[in-house]
């Protein structure tokens, strides 16, 4: 497609193709004004100013009608392509079919989340969308909004907030913490004291920007410390190592309760106040409106709201 040319485009009226294509269905100045709402001196300006456009005289009288030159016709089917298809793009309504449709979504995780959504959002894109993939990928606030610009990611979904205008937010939840422990290893009943919490071995996700952070920061805040004896960069990891040895280790509750009776884990509440960034969902003003983009932000809220 050759490149357009914005500036040669600029001082041209667009209306004046309206004009032109009415002409060729009317053959009338008084029938094609009418057919365009305006008055019939407009109509006849439209077409002097075409006819020194084109360098022709693209319509002449024949008896009573105004019949088309070689050039005109040469015009006609062009610029009848050229007005359905802005006036396909401006009543454009057509809606994102799941079932049939074929693309790939990308979407930016914080690790638990993606635990949380995944393997409920395929098992339902599987039944309702078998076309449309999913890419997942870990993702830290630092660079969310980066990769959202560069369209690196479709959607992000974690502790991530931003007030910029060009992004679109939605609260999926608001986080609480528990305390998770395999209940043949650690003689611990429903509840935790606070000095029990500090003196047991713990195993937490360490990483950047993640709830050894969170936990830290709640901690000094009463001076306290916890005795850190194993760590893993993800979930999964702090999850194998409670069930398998005399651990505890604090989590969201969501994943807590959705995780720990598959690992044999008992959950209790955590003996503090701990303040966790809420859950939201980002996108850009970009994909705001697109029908696909709408319908997979509903299927995830549908299902984190569910839990």
Same mark, same amino acid.
């Given at each position: 497609?050759?490149? !357009?040319?914005?500036f040669? #485009?600029?001082?041209?009226d667009?209306?004046?193709?309206?004009a032109f294509?009415a002409m060729?269905h009317?053959?009338?100045v008084?029938?094609?004004?009418? $057919?365009?709402? !305006?008055?019939?001196?407009?109509?006849?300006h439209?077409?002097?100013?075409?006819r020194?456009?084109?360098?022709?005289?693209?319509?002449v $009288? @024949?008896?009573?009608a105004?019949q088309?030159?070689?050039?005109?016709?040469?015009?006609?089917?062009?610029i009848?392509?050229?007005l359905?298809a802005?006036q396909?793009i401006?009543h454009d309504?057509?809606e994102?079919?799941?079932?049939h %449709?074929?693309?790939?979504?990308?979407?930016?995780?914080?690790s638990?989340?993606e635990?949380?959504l995944?393997?409920?959002l395929a098992?339902r894109? $599987?039944?309702?969308a078998?076309? @449309?993939?999913l890419h997942g $990928?870990? /993702?830290?606030? &630092?660079d969310?909004y &980066?990769?959202l610009d560069d369209? @690196?990611?479709d959607?992000a979904i974690?502790c991530? %907030?931003?007030?910029?205008q060009?992004y679109?937010?939605?609260l999926?939840?608001e986080q609480?913490?528990? +305390?998770v422990?395999?209940? %043949?290893?650690?003689a611990?009943?429903e509840t935790?004291s606070?000095?029990e919490?500090l003196?047991l071995?713990h195993?937490?996700?360490?990483?950047?920007e993640s709830l050894h952070? +969170?936990?830290e920061?709640a901690l000094?805040?009463?001076?306290?410390?916890?005795n850190v004896a194993?760590?893993?960069?993800e979930f999964?990891? @702090? #999850?194998g190592?409670?069930?398998?040895?005399?651990l505890?280790a604090t989590?969201?509750?969501?994943?807590a309760?959705?995780?720990g009776?598959?690992f044999? #884990?008992q959950v209790?509440?955590?003996p503090?106040t701990?303040?966790?960034?809420?859950v939201?969902? /980002?996108w850009t003003?970009?994909?705001?409106?697109?029908p696909?983009s709408?319908?997979l932000?509903n299927?995830i809220a549908?299902?984190l709201g569910r839990?």
């Amino acid at each position: 497609m050759q490149p !357009i040319d914005h500036f040669d #485009l600029r001082n041209f009226d667009l209306n004046l193709l309206i004009a032109f294509d009415a002409m060729m269905h009317e053959r009338s100045v008084t029938r094609a004004a009418e $057919r365009l709402k !305006i008055r019939q001196p407009a109509m006849s300006h439209n077409l002097s100013l075409l006819r020194t456009l084109f360098q022709d005289e693209l319509f002449v $009288r @024949v008896g009573t009608a105004m019949q088309p030159t070689a050039r005109a016709q040469a015009l006609a089917n062009p610029i009848a392509q050229a007005l359905s298809a802005m006036q396909a793009i401006i009543h454009d309504t057509s809606e994102f079919d799941p079932a049939h %449709d074929q693309r790939i979504f990308r979407m930016g995780f914080s690790s638990e989340v993606e635990l949380l959504l995944m393997p409920e959002l395929a098992s339902r894109l $599987r039944q309702q969308a078998p076309g @449309v993939r999913l890419h997942g $990928r870990p /993702v830290q606030q &630092r660079d969310v909004y &980066r990769m959202l610009d560069d369209r @690196v990611l479709d959607l992000a979904i974690g502790c991530f %907030d931003s007030q910029a205008q060009r992004y679109r937010q939605q609260l999926l939840f608001e986080q609480s913490l528990s +305390c998770v422990f395999h209940p %043949d290893m650690m003689a611990l009943g429903e509840t935790i004291s606070l000095e029990e919490y500090l003196n047991l071995p713990h195993a937490l996700v360490s990483l950047s920007e993640s709830l050894h952070g +969170c936990l830290e920061s709640a901690l000094d805040a009463v001076g306290g410390k916890l005795n850190v004896a194993a760590t893993s960069s993800e979930f999964l990891g @702090v #999850l194998g190592m409670i069930a398998n040895a005399p651990l505890i280790a604090t989590l969201p509750t969501r994943m807590a309760r959705r995780y720990g009776k598959a690992f044999g #884990l008992q959950v209790a509440p955590v003996p503090m106040t701990l303040t966790v960034p809420d859950v939201s969902l /980002v996108w850009t003003a970009q994909e705001d409106n697109h029908p696909a983009s709408q319908w997979l932000r509903n299927e995830i809220a549908d299902i984190l709201g569910r839990m």
